[in-house]
């Protein structure tokens, strides 16, 4: 069966850190780019981080960027998400999603999502 799975949230102080996990099953990563998304309640949901397989580039959202850090493991067929100097309004759900290939921004090109891991930041 093919399953992208996440783990690692949980609830952390502002200024916090948590590192999250997206492990596959029933297939492998390694000809797959893979996303990070969120989705806070009343709001769409965003584009988070994406590394690519083919070189290895990676994306960061804007409101994320130079806090958060995506990489990969591909011998041990996951994707993780180190989230550093989380903020209140980081508190979302979530979701890591796979696509072949390269990072894209359109959410409808990916082509398997995890269930999501709730993430909430605050004293």
């Given at each position: 069966?093919?399953?992208?799975?996440?783990?690692?949230?949980?609830?952390?102080?502002?200024?916090?850190?948590?590192?999250?996990?997206?492990?596959?099953?029933?297939?492998?990563?390694?000809?797959?780019?893979?996303?990070?998304?969120?989705?806070?309640?009343?709001?769409?949901?965003?584009?988070?981080?994406?590394?690519?397989?083919?070189?290895?580039?990676?994306?960061?959202?804007?409101?994320?960027?130079?806090?958060?850090?995506?990489?990969?493991?591909?011998?041990?067929?996951?994707?993780?998400?180190?989230?550093?100097?989380?903020?209140?309004?980081?508190?979302?759900?979530?979701?890591?999603?796979?696509?072949?290939?390269?990072?894209?921004?359109?959410?409808?090109?990916y082509e398997y999502w995890g269930q999501g891991t709730q993430v909430t930041v605050s004293s």
């Amino acid at each position: 069966q093919v399953q992208l799975v996440e783990s690692g949230g949980g609830l952390v102080q502002p200024g916090g850190s948590l590192r999250l996990s997206c492990a596959a099953s029933g297939f492998t990563l390694d000809y797959y780019a893979i996303g990070w998304f969120r989705q806070a309640p009343g709001k769409e949901r965003e584009g988070v981080s994406c590394i690519s397989n083919s070189d290895g580039s990676t994306y960061y959202g804007d409101s994320v960027k130079g806090r958060f850090t995506i990489s990969r493991d591909n011998a041990k067929n996951t994707v993780y998400l180190w989230m550093n100097s989380l903020k209140p309004e980081d508190t979302a759900v979530y979701y890591c999603a796979a696509v072949l290939g390269r990072c894209s921004t359109w959410e409808a090109e990916y082509e398997y999502w995890g269930q999501g891991t709730q993430v909430t930041v605050s004293s």
